[in-house]
């Protein structure tokens, strides 16, 4: 940074222009009023929240349902309206066993975090301690297999979510 | 929140802060009266937490975050200060008592900076944060803060010629 000493030193000339006398009122004012014991808004103890407004669940019951309305579709057909020729398959027995929910069963759900972005602090509306603002972007992927016939059934979606974590004072 | 600042203590602080706390601000907001409203309620919102005064880091991220948020609440405001910004190439608003030419230069050379390289400048030379701080203040590593001034550095170096005295 020796390249750099004349440089830094002709910046530091520069004076930044002053604050004016207003501002410096103004800012005595208010710790005037802070010093006669009207402190508002102060809060006991920061606690960890997630977000309000995390995509998360949005996504999550976007997903479920696609996943229902898919698995509807697939596994409930509609009944033979009556007065029609009987088929092959509406003259054979249903078999027994588990219900026709139970062919799909839940075989795995993988979460795959493909990025993370600290978007600095973030004060919260209406608050006065800052939070830091962590972003996850992920790919969710549900998956569903039926043990008798092997098919499978996956759902992928992506997700995104905000984490506010508590910045302690220093 | 170690320790509870007396009143005195933050007078003192006030006044050797608030100059680099107003050229801060005014990177993002370029009308010096609402640059002043934001250090003013960062500097309120700070001493209401009681925070240490020594926690600069805070200070000036409160700072920082209060600007953006100012920016982010009206849009019509902050297309304003877009535009503000994208037209300082032609128009430097005067955020330096400038005493020469050669200061005039470097004030518009300065100008002319990236913003993520001029805010890292702007805490280093007229605050004197530390890159440990100022990457603390922008959420970054201390390596990112020190290659963002350097890099303000050699551009200025680059752009930046001195008048003869």
């Known amino acids: 940074m020796n390249d750099f000493e004349e440089l830094k030193r002709e910046l530091r000339k520069l004076r930044p222009v002053p604050p004016s006398p207003q501002l410096c009122a103004r800012i005595e004012k208010a710790l005037e009023d802070c010093r006669a014991g009207a402190p508002p808004g102060r809060r006991a103890k ?34 033979q309206p009556a007065g029609k020729n009987p088929t092959i398959a509406s003259l054979t027995p249903a078999p027994a066993g588990p219900s026709i929910n139970a062919r799909f069963v839940p075989a795995g759900l993988t979460r795959v975090v493909y990025n993370t972005h600290d978007e600095g602090l973030f004060f919260p509306a209406g608050s006065d301690e800052p939070m830091r603002r962590v972003r996850s972007q992920r790919r969710e992927t549900l998956q569903w297999r039926n043990p008798r016939t092997g098919a499978s059934l996956s759902v992928s979606y992506p997700s995104d979510e905000i984490f506010l974590i508590p910045v302690p004072g220093q | 929140m170690e320790s509870v600042a007396t009143d005195e203590e933050w007078r003192v602080c006030f006044s050797q802060l608030a100059p680099g706390l107003l050229l801060f601000a005014r990177q993002w907001i370029r009308s010096p009266g609402d640059a002043e409203d934001v250090v003013q309620e960062a500097f309120v919102r700070f001493w209401r937490r009681n925070y240490s005064v020594d926690n600069r880091a805070l200070l000036y991220a409160t700072v920082r975050s209060i600007a953006i948020d100012f920016l982010r ?22 955020q330096f008592a400038v005493e020469d030419e050669s200061e005039q230069a470097l004030a518009v050379a300065l100008g002319r900076l990236p913003n993520e390289q001029r805010e890292v400048l702007v805490m280093k030379i007229w605050s004197e944060l530390t890159f440990a701080e100022i990457a603390s203040v922008l959420g970054i590593s201390q390596n990112t803060a020190a290659s963002r001034y350097r890099y303000a550095l050699v551009a200025l170096k680059k752009n930046f010629v001195p008048h003869p005295q």
Do not use: I
Not at chain 2, 75 to 81: D, L, M, V
């Open chain 1, 46 to 79: 920061w606690q960890p929240q997630r977000s309000p407004y995390t995509w998360l669940s949005s996504g999550l019951g976007l997903a479920a349902a696609a996943a229902a309305a898919l698995l509807l579709f697939v596994l409930v057909k509609p009944e």
């Open chain 2, 73 to 94: 609440r009206d849009n019509r405001r902050a297309r304003r200060e877009s535009t503000a910004v994208s037209e300082m190439e032609q128009f430097v608003e005067p």
